[in-house]
């Protein structure tokens, strides 16, 4: 990546202190060469918000860069996603996007991951310095929360590991609407601690499906909702599948001329099924650069980092607010443990039954620590002689942290015990 002059405005930003430099910043070229060399950056996404991403971040020095995507291209993503052509429709975007900014910046690796990031194994996320996000679904942000929560390790006395924090910079758009938000695990909060500032989906009601639709959406959904379940009550419908979605598109099509109404298109198809908001480049550029700058200030400590949440709304002008959010303590994710309170005389079987019956559990297997005091499968038989022991003489006491898994929990599920002297039928749940 040495192209004469290329760099001059980030060597000028990296080799003098200031006034608003991060609190460990320290001027140095060996901080360029970490930059281009050594570190490392997950973007989670290549539409239109993650072609913006990736050509920001390698005209910022990043020199390694992955991109994950699981779509392909397909000819109405051409009026943004700038990084595509014609050509190549069809193909996936994060290959695509890959060899075209590795074509216009010359230097910069980008290894393109065409999949679902759920097929991806935790240790393949433990691989990157910071993970950016240029999603548009709500689960895959989600997901993405609990992969980064699910690294973060606590000591004894509930402070963050340091050493397993894996930071998070989300961006979104939504027309002429937009955020960039930093998630440092541990100390800002997650994405479940302010979920709230996400509005709740549209719903229609099934009566009016099914009796009387009166637009392109009523019908969309009435086959979303209804017609596919009845017609193919085996199959889970799955939006990313081409095959479902031209169904999909047959049939609402098909209902709209039934009850004669017009504007089903299989555009349209796929924003009301997928939940599509309709995208503005220009917003895209604006969040993209945002988030790549606060990556870039994480990686490098040459500004202080965002605090922690900003909004960007273009729909009058140009309008951004900057709100610092306050972490959930008793978040279900990111928290050192949820209290729960048990009798230091109850068995761990009795422990676990709380548990589940509190969570609405199936198979919750336990750990402490490094320790497993019970699992479920091939270790089952190894740990079941810990179910008859008393939790008191399996765990250092008041407050200790122990860690549930269960195929319900989206994550592992922290609880930090409380003993308490309370009869057993009061054992409750803080949630």
Same mark, same amino acid.
């Given at each position: 990546m040495d192209v004469p002059g290329r760099w001059k405005g980030l060597d000028?930003? #990296?080799?003098?202190? %200031? &006034? !608003?430099?991060?609190? *460990?910043?320290?001027?140095d070229p060996a901080v360029r060469e970490f930059l281009h060399d050594s570190c490392r950056v997950?973007?989670?996404?290549?539409?239109?918000?993650?072609?913006?991403?990736?050509?920001?971040?390698? #005209?910022?020095?990043? %020199? &390694? !860069?992955?991109?994950? *995507?699981?779509?392909?291209?397909?000819?109405?993503?051409?009026?943004?996603?700038?990084?595509?052509r014609m050509k190549d429709?069809?193909?996936?975007?994060?290959?695509?996007?890959?060899?075209?900014?590795?074509?216009?910046?010359?230097?910069?690796?980008?290894?393109?991951?065409?999949?679902?990031?759920?097929?991806?194994?935790i240790e393949f996320y433990e691989e990157f310095h910071v993970i950016i996000l240029g999603l548009d679904s709500l689960e895959a942000r989600r997901y993405m929360n609990q992969v980064a929560c699910?690294?973060?390790?606590?000591?004894?006395?509930?402070?963050?590991?340091?050493?397993?924090?894996?930071?998070?910079?989300?961006?979104?758009?939504?027309g002429f609407k937009g955020h960039a938000r930093v998630i440092i695990p541990g100390f800002t909060p997650c994405f479940e601690c302010t979920l709230w500032l996400f509005p709740p989906q549209i719903k229609f009601p099934l009566c009016t499906l099914a009796e009387?639709?009166?637009?392109?959406?009523?019908?969309?959904?009435?086959?979303?909702l209804i017609q596919w379940g009845r017609d193919r009550p085996d199959e889970e419908?799955?939006?990313?599948?081409?095959?479902?979605?031209?169904?999909?598109?047959?049939?609402?099509?098909?209902?709209?001329?039934?009850?004669?109404?017009?504007?089903?298109t299989y555009q349209l198809t796929q924003g009301v099924v997928k939940n599509i908001i309709p995208a503005i480049p220009s917003t895209n550029a604006i969040v993209a650069a945002a988030c790549t700058l606060e990556a870039l200030?994480?990686?490098?400590?040459?500004?202080?980092?965002?605090?922690?949440?900003?909004?960007?709304?273009?729909?009058?002008?140009?309008?951004?607010?900057?709100?610092?959010?306050?972490?959930?303590?008793?978040?279900?994710?990111?928290?050192?443990?949820l209290p729960f309170e048990v009798q230091s005389s109850m068995t761990l079987q009795q422990v676990i039954d709380a548990i589940s019956s509190a969570?609405?559990?199936?198979?919750?297997?336990?750990?402490?620590?490094?320790?497993?005091?019970?699992?479920?499968?091939?270790?089952?038989?190894?740990?079941?002689?810990?179910?008859?022991?008393?939790?008191?003489?399996?765990?250092?006491?008041?407050?200790?942290?122990?860690q549930i898994n269960d195929k319900k929990l989206a994550a592992t599920l922290r609880l930090k015990l409380k003993f308490t002297d309370t009869p057993m039928l009061d054992v409750n749940v803080t949630s």
């Open positions: 000028f930003l #990296l080799s003098r202190s %200031g &006034n !608003i430099t991060g609190p *460990d910043f320290e001027p997950l973007c989670v996404g290549a539409g239109g918000l993650g072609c913006e991403l990736l050509k920001d971040l390698a #005209l910022t020095g990043f %020199g &390694n !860069i992955d991109v994950i *995507d699981m779509d392909t291209i397909d000819v109405s993503n051409l009026n943004r996603q700038f990084l595509f429709v069809g193909k996936p975007k994060a290959e695509v996007a890959a060899e075209r900014v590795k074509a216009r910046v010359k230097g910069v690796q980008v290894t393109p991951h065409f999949c679902r990031i759920e097929e991806k194994a699910s690294l973060l390790a606590y000591d004894s006395d509930g402070k963050p590991d340091l050493a397993t924090i894996k930071p998070l910079v989300d961006g979104g758009t939504e009387t639709p009166r637009s392109a959406a009523h019908c969309i959904e009435y086959a979303h419908f799955d939006a990313d599948i081409e095959e479902h979605m031209k169904w999909m598109y047959k049939h609402s099509l098909a209902r709209a001329q039934e009850f004669g109404i017009q504007g089903v200030k994480m990686v490098t400590m040459c500004s202080t980092q965002m605090q922690n949440y900003m909004m960007y709304v273009g729909t009058d002008g140009i309008y951004t607010h900057t709100a610092a959010y306050e972490q959930d303590p008793l978040c279900a994710i990111c928290s050192p443990g969570k609405q559990l199936d198979k919750p297997s336990v750990s402490y620590g490094a320790e497993n005091l019970y699992m479920h499968g091939p270790l089952e038989e190894l740990t079941r002689h810990n179910l008859t022991k008393v939790i008191s003489d399996l765990v250092d006491g008041d407050g200790s942290i122990i």
